[in-house]
DNA sequence: GTATAAACCAAACGGTCGTTTGTTTTTTTA
DNA sequence: TAAAAAAACAAACGACCGTTTGGTTTATAC
């Protein structure tokens, strides 16, 4: 029986995704430095010290949820690209699902743009490069696009990365959809074809 | 003579500017959360307690220093919109001078970028209004240009503030200049006359 | 030159922080 | 069912937090 397999199997850090799934909530919410180890401990239903069973510290807990914020909105839009074929289209399918994660769907994916690699000295490093490994997708996405010869795709580029991201701002569910919010951006930002 | 002038007023809060600037250079370096009075203290070179002096709280002393940040980055915007009639011109002059508070110029401009309002419950509203009175500014510049009917000029607005703000995340000195990334985004973002 | 007020110091308040340690409970293994 | 391992508890550590209090210094005003 199914049932067997997984009785069999070693319950190994059940509750490791619960204050990941905590620690998520709390760093998009009020920050990395708002947030206390005992604010997460709460919200898993455990206490402060039995969190340092599953990490070793909170910088470490800090670059796990962002590793899996990075690896889910990575994801989302690999996905959403896939079903695509005009260069336009896929970027803007890209830019629907890295929105829709961060306005909506995940806390992960709000961590990665909220905290800063600065905020956490120590693994600061790491965090750049887990993001520049994000990025790269829509280096790709830009690269394909046909556009007159004098246009710095490069900056192209980093507007429309700031243009997503800085939509945490001011956005408020309700009056627009990711998907539109993204076909309003790259009409205004990339000319058409 | 003006030296009696200056010697008859009391000498009122001279050291406010210390505390401010101190909060100001570590507030944008760190984050509100992550900077104590007492670094604030012991930048502007007096014991923790003297601080409260001058401020209520520490909420209050970021008030102080978004509102003078709201107000430095707006003069310096409107200096420079001033200097140009056409509104495609005025519009970029104005991107430029964002950048330069923001980038280079002052540590009270990156405060009003880099603080959230939810930062300091109390005090949000406060913050949220001041910032809404700063951008009303690019909301004008972006009425006056000339654009196709079908454009929207509030998504506009707001994809390109949102891409002047994100190049605090990337921005090194050397490479490009305030003046050359205002340039380039407006190239991309504002379709030509 | 003395009263007055501004500015700062010195010291501490209660509380919270990230983290550690030793023990107990729970689950798995044999 | 007994031994072993995993997971959580209970309690505290020293350090730092924002802030308050009362006294001391310093400059102004009469």
Redesign the pocket.
Known sequence: MGKSAE??????????L??LDAAARLFARQGY?A???????AAA?????????????????LLAVYAEGVARIAAHVDAAVANKRAPRARLQAACAAHLEMLLDRSDYAQVVVRVLPLDAESIAPSLIALREDYERRFRDLVAALPLSPRTDRHMLRLALLGALNGAKVWYRTGRQTPASIARSFLQAIVPAA
């Open positions: 009785a069999r199997a070693p319950r190994q850090d059940n509750r490791r619960d204050i430095h947030t206390s180890i005992r604010d997460i401990a239903e455990m206490l402060p010290g039995s969190v340092y069973y599953h990490f070793a510290s909170k910088e470490a807990l």
